[in-house]
């Protein structure tokens, strides 16, 4: 043991700001500052701290409790609602901003962040265009900051595990598989029902799983089919999906291909056992993978808790919050780690090293593929294809397929009985 007390550590503080305070806000965001707030180490940097100076969101609600739990006044984050609450977090000293809105309203708040010269972090989906990510990217890199996508199912350690295999080759060439994702009707029908017409599950929660496919199996994407079910949150023949059938198909450079089904609801009944049913099989030429979230862990009753306000099958690996044997009180799991993933990679930016080597450093945090929005073109690309096939099959054309990086541009959507693709956007994915 030596006595290192007369060393001392550097403290690094970013400060942070968030737009929209809602559900995930309380699942992840909320226990992330909370945990940050104290700091933890980060080699080449020291002690790296996060306080949370603003909240905007649309009413101020969720975010006054925030304020008033937080209790001490003098550091507590403003409460910045109302249509001119991203301008104000804006104009005040962040480092970085979170976004999570609802999917549809993540672009134009993006966009203002980078422009602001603020790092970027967006919960999934990134955006809905190609396009709009085109100009994130360019903003990006003009502002010298980062520009990341939360999917934190990514660093669920099943998937790590599943994806170590490949990466080791003791699991051979994907050759097809098929994701799950229920959610139960309370999403629907309460969490999100402002925001819901016109939307589908699958933008929501397919997305996870078509960026575990891309990032674990790499490959090119190349066509993209997609069906769906309405009549329960809205009119059987209008543009608001209950559930959705994703058809995704790839190709590798050995020539061959895989194709890969993803399935997703949120109109489950409410007293289904798990909070989300997620279920994956992946099928390669020496094996098979099956994952379930509920069937890997825990079953708990309490009389008159569960299901409602307790799950009986918990996800305890992707948020939980508990008794440390130690006597604090935590909340852990890989959706509060995929974000303090993302500070730690701001701050070896902003302090890992020397002013001078600044540039080299943000280099090295964009090659991350698992969250750098310039990773994210086959997934955006997947999810603008998806909702164009909806939207065509809501305006009376079902059965609509789209190819990629076709000789007609890089997004191409055929219709049944039309011989000329329409194109959904001309440049390569
Ligand atoms: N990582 C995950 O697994 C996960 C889980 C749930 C949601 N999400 C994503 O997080 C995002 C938000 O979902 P949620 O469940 O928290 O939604 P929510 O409806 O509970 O909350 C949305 C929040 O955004 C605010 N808002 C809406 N429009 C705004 C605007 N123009 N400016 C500022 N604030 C605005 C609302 O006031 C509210 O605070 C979505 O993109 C969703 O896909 C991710």
Redesign the pocket.
Known sequence: MSDESASTVPVHCLRAGM??????????YRPFFERARRGWYVQNCGVLRVELSGL????????AAYIEAHGESETAPQNLAG?E??RQLLSGDVDFVC?????Q??F??AREVLAAGKHLL????SVLLLAELDELQALAARHRVLAKV????LLDPDHKKLRTLVAEGQLVHVNSGYCSLLEPKIISAN??S??IAGRNPG???A??YIKLIDFTFGGRLRRIACTGQRGIVAAADGDTWDSTELRLEYGYDDGREAAFDIHTSWVTPDNFPGYVEQEVQFRFDNGVWNGHSRKRGVECTIEDRTPHEVKITPNNHYNADVLEPWGERGQRGY?IEVLERFAHEVGTVEFGGPAAEREQRLARARELEYNDLSADRQTVAAVQAMEAILARHAAGQPGCMVEVNHAAGGLVLWRPGHGEPEVLYDQTV
Not at 150 to 153: A, E, G, L, N, S
């Open positions: 737009a929209g305070v809602g559900m995930i806000f309380d699942e992840t905007a969101s649309r009413t101020g609600r969720r975010a249509p609450g991203i976004v999570a809105t609802p999917d309203r993540h134009e708040i967006i919960e999934k989906p939360v999917y934190h199912k969490q999100f402002e925001w933008t929501y929660v997305v996870h959706g």
